[in-house]
């Protein structure tokens, strides 16, 4: 971002850039503020089957439990 901005790209858009309050030069990223900006990419649970059966829900098992749900949005 700092290279893109020494170039002269618009970055006022892009309110989650952290800067440093002395160069004005980026930082750091306030993740909140980006996932906000960027929303979301998919349907959350997207291949967390709520039965519990897909072979996703398999990766997640445990040495008790063979399936387990990886998102706590397919668990409720």
Not at 31 to 39: I, L, P, R
Request: hydrophobic share 30%; charged share 20%.
């Amino acid at each position: 971002a700092n290279k893109a901005q020494a170039k002269g790209t618009d970055l006022s858009k892009h309110t989650y850039f952290v800067r440093d309050n002395k160069t004005g030069a980026i930082k750091d990223i306030n993740w909140e503020a980006y996932n906000q900006f960027v929303s979301r990419s998919k349907a959350p649970g997207a291949f967390d089957s709520r039965s519990n059966d897909s072979g996703e829900n398999s990766l997640f098992g445990t040495s008790t439990t063979d399936n387990n749900h990886f998102t706590i949005t397919a668990a409720l």
